[in-house]
C-alpha cells in the first residue's frame, strides 16, 4: 500500500479574509451573467432610458414601465440592480425622503455600460449577445466544461446536445435569428471603431466578407468607401437565406472550407478563433487562392496578450477563450499575435501587420 502523505495546515498558512472572500466571489460568479440576462429580458435599460433622460428611477417605478399590467415584486428587481451596480452596469442613487435623513430611497440609472444594453434608432444594442450566450442549450454544456480537458475531441456543447453548434443552429431559425441580431448588435459600434481608424479599405473594388451573417459590416463599410463596387456576403446558405437586401451587395451561399469567391480583399471578423489551427489554415489557404497578388485578408480577431493579468481587456479576452472552447471547438481559440502570424506564414501570406484599435478584437492584415 503507497504511503500517503498529508499536510495539516497551520494557522500561519490559514487563508487569508480577502482569499476567502475572493474565492466566494468567484464560485458565486454565475449571478452576474444571469442577472444580466434578466434585465435583458425585462428590457430595463430601455424603461430607464426612455427617450435618453437617463433619469434616476426606483426599482418599483421601472417594474411599472417593464409591466406596465401591474405585478412583479420590485423588492427581488432591486435586489438585482444592486448586484449588477457592485459590476458597473448601474449607478446606485440614495435619496433621501424627507429632511430627517431617517428613510433614504434607492434609485438606478444607467452607467456606460449599462447603456450598451439600450436598443438605439436602428434596433441594435448588445442585449441580444447576452441573450444568445445563455440560451438553455449552450447554457447545458457548460458543467461539462472539464470534459473539454479529458477529451479535447469532443466539445461540451456536442456532449450535451448530440451535434456542433453551427449545425444546431441551423436547424433552428428562432436562434439563427437571435445569433443574427447579437453579431450585429456587436459589429456595429465595432465596425465604427475600425472605419474612423482604418483607411485599408481604400482601392478595393470588390471585397469578400467572410462569415458576413446579415451583411452589417458590408453595408457600412460601402457607405464609408464608396470606392468599393461590390460586396459578397458570404456564409451558409441557411444565413444569407435571411439577410436583407443592402445595395451593391450579394448575399452568396457556400462552405469557406470547400473554396472562397474572389475578391481584392477578403475581410472577416471572429472567424479563425472558432476553429482549430489545421482548420485555420485551410480556411486562410482558400482565402489566399481568391487573392490577387498583393491582395489582402483583413481579419479581426480577438488577440490575447502574451502575459496574463487581472485587467478588463485580458479577463474579456480569456473568458472568450474559453466559451469557444465549451462551445464551438474545444481546440479552436483566442490567440497571440505570433500564433497568427506563423498561421498566416504556413497558409502562404508573406506580408503580416496587426494594428490595435479597438480593445478587443484587433486588426490584422495578411497580404498575398
Known sequence: MENQVSHVITTAEQP???ARLGILE????ISVPMSLNAVVRLNVPDAIWQAGSNTPLSASAILARVLPDGGGDAENLQRILRMLTSYGVFEEHLIKEDDDGGSQQRKFSLTEIGKTLVTDQNGLSYGPYILQHHQDVLMGAWPMVHEAVVDPTVEP????????AYEYYGKKPEMNGLMQRAMSGVSVPFMKAILDGYDGFEGVGRLVDVGGSAGDCLRMILQKHPS??????????EVV?????????SHVGGDMFKSIPSGDAIFMKWVLSTWTDSECKLIMENCYKALPVGGKLIACEPVLPTKSDDSSRTR???ENDVFVMTIYRAKGKNRTEE???????????SHFRPIY?????TLLEFQK
Not at 456543447?157 to 456542433?164: H, I, L, S, T, Y
Not at 437565406?241 to 451587395?249: D, F, L, S
Open 16 to 18: 487569508s479574509n480577502e
Open 26 to 29: 468567484l464560485a458565486n460568479m
Open 157 to 164: 456543447f456536442v456532449k450535451a446536445n448530440g451535434e456542433p
Open 228 to 237: 468599393v463596387r461590390e460586396g459578397i456576403n458570404f456564409d451558409l446558405p
Open 241 to 249: 437565406a435571411k439577410a436583407p437586401t443592402i445595395a451593391g451587395v
Open 316 to 318: 474579456a479576452l480569456l
Open 339 to 349: 500564433e497568427l502570424r506563423q498561421l498566416g506564414l504556413s497558409a502562404g501570406f
Open 357 to 361: 484599435i479597438d480593445y478587443f478584437y
